[in-house]
């Protein structure tokens, strides 16, 4: 029996979990049910309860109730921001093509989401210009709980964010302009930008956001004519930017006088409950373009909306000649979406999203081990998960043959130099066992191949040399030393023997530095099971420059 009452709430739970009778992702028994169960006083369940989610194990959601969380064995992948900027190439429209296979992989997979109430023969022309004005006031009262103060006569509707984000790109820069992207981001912004001919400079970003010292030397070196920021949840690790990171960007926006455009399709994927803050929500200038919707594969079943704050007069002819609007079913269904309260709405899909991102986690790790691990995440749509070795040519591409709508490869997310280590995988998968079966093929075939066996007579070897005596300089005499025991290209008659031996020492360091186990990688990942972070380099690396 437990030495407290409440310690026997803990001890059910793992019980549970042993058993497989609770998994990561579901919502756990109320306070009041599970009193009634185990015949504890309600206090006591709630101080449980407390200490369950103190360790991780569960997480309170309001108005939701208490969820089992995946708590994961391995250590958790470093995102680290980038410390120099690349220009991408411009193939044209080919990296677009490349991107347009994987966009199932990028929009909720749910074919229920924003599918329309009414029978298809209900459905009306779409309306011309912005949209109907009730829709706009439900968008502008959502954005609201953003800290987005828009007026509905200010928003614009469409079927497509890319499409205007497309125009926005066309309407604001010309061809051969330079624009500053934050990256890892949604690879259709930096493949759209390479196929309208402009020169994208990419800025990697880590779990604290990007340096923003090299962002503003960029921008002073560079003829930068637009900045393109994906807002919160919109990389592929769904980082939460912090305020005063976002403060410090728009004093350099509001400096510089640069139209920016915020890419935000996941702020109502939050890990966390309570509003997230964007840029938009700090942009009293209003210079920021603020795009935003909701995506899902199914057809007609997207919605976006648009802010074009100051380039409004430019921005609306572009808008009207694309001719983007939704019809009134869609219309309906998207305000409907936007009540907190409705069977339907964003609240209740994202908590579904993050239950499943869990189970997502949970069946990865368990069956993949020490192969992959996770960059923290805290909201959105993918995980960003880190491969030990990356699969070749012949494994990638049979890999993506078949889970294009699952995954998205690092090279498109990412253009750091580890990018092939790296995959986007799609949260709101219904069935993630057949891509786990295809990458644990993948990786245990790639790890018996012929040219990783052919490391271990050199482990071996290593070892060997490690179990022999240590020699000390001074137990060497000079008379000892043969000329065929030191390797050299050339040698002085006046070279001493304590540089002799400092040399024959240095060379057998650098040869064991080449040979790294397997042992010795997996004691590094597992040291610890949390990132070390300092909250104070924080704000000098990132706030401060």
Request: net charge negative; charged share 25%.
């Amino acid at each position: 029996m437990a030495d407290f009452l409440y310690k026997g709430v803990v001890d059910w739970f793992l019980d549970q979990m042993a058993q497989d009778a609770i998994l990561p992702g579901d919502r756990m028994p109320s306070l009041r049910v599970l009193s009634k169960q185990l015949g504890l006083s309600l206090n006591t369940i709630i101080h449980g309860y407390e200490l369950l989610g103190e360790d991780g194990w569960i997480e309170s959601r309001p108005k939701s109730g208490y969820f089992v969380c995946h708590r994961s064995e391995t250590k958790p992948a470093l995102l680290l921001a980038s410390e120099t900027l690349i220009k991408l190439a411009n193939d044209g429209a080919k990296p677009a093509w490349s991107c347009l296979a994987h966009r199932g992989a990028l929009v909720d997979q749910s074919d229920a989401f924003l599918s329309p109430t009414t029978r298809q023969e209900d459905v009306h022309l779409p309306v011309l210009g912005k949209g109907h004005l009730t829709a706009r006031e439900s968008i502008s009262d959502y954005l609201k709980g953003l800290g987005i103060k828009a007026h509905a006569s200010q928003i614009w509707l469409g079927y497509s964010p890319l499409a205007m984000f497309t125009q926005s790109v066309q309407t604001l820069t010309q061809r051969g302009d330079a624009v500053l992207v934050l990256t890892p981001c949604d690879p259709r912004i930096t493949t759209t930008l390479q196929s309208l001919g402009r020169q994208v400079i990419a800025l990697g970003s880590g779990e604290r956001g990007a340096d923003l010292d090299i962002a503003i030397r960029c921008l002073r070196d560079e003829s930068i004519r637009l900045v393109v920021l994906p807002g919160q949840f919109s990389f592929p690790a769904g980082q939460l930017i912090s305020n005063l990171s976002l403060r410090r960007w728009l004093a350099i926006i509001e400096e510089t006088k640069l139209p920016v455009i915020e890419w935000d399709m996941c702020s109502h994927l939050a890990y966390r409950a309570g509003s997230m803050m964007t840029y938009k929500s700090l942009d009293s200038s209003d210079h920021i373009v603020y795009i935003g919707g909701v995506e899902s594969k199914g057809v007609g079943r997207s919605a976006s909306w648009c802010l074009a704050g100051r380039h409004q007069s430019v921005l609306e002819g572009a808008f009207l000649g694309a001719d983007m609007s939704l019809s009134d079913t869609q219309q309906t269904a998207l305000s409907d979406a936007l009540q907190p309260n409705s069977k339907r709405s964003l609240t209740r899909r994202a908590r579904e999203i993050w239950a499943n991102s869990e189970r997502v986690k949970a069946h990865l790790e368990a069956r993949l081990g020490e192969h992959v691990s996770f960059a923290s995440s805290k909201g959105g749509m993918s995980l960003w998960m880190h491969l030990s070795t990356p699969l070749d040519m012949a494994g990638t591409t049979a890999l993506l043959a078949n889970f294009r709508h699952a995954i998205v490869p690092g090279a498109l997310v990412s253009h750091e130099a580890d990018a092939k280590h790296w995959f986007a995988v799609n949260v709101t998968l219904d069935d993630v066992e057949p891509l786990a079966k295809a990458l644990a093929e993948h990786l245990v075939s790639d790890e018996a191949s012929p040219d990783n066996q052919n490391i271990e007579p050199l482990e071996e070897s290593t070892e060997e040399a490690d179990l022999a005596p240590a020699v000390e300089p001074e137990d060497i005499e000079p008379e000892d030393i043969e000329p065929e025991d030191v390797e050299t290209e050339s040698m002085d008659s006046d070279v001493t023997l304590s540089e002799v031996v400092e040399t024959a020492n240095t060379a057998k360091a650098s040869s064991e530095e080449k040979v790294i186990t397997k042992e010795e990688d997996k004691k590094s990942r597992d040291a610890s099971t949390e990132p070390l972070y300092n909250p104070m380099l924080d704000l000098i690396n990132h706030d401060f420059g």
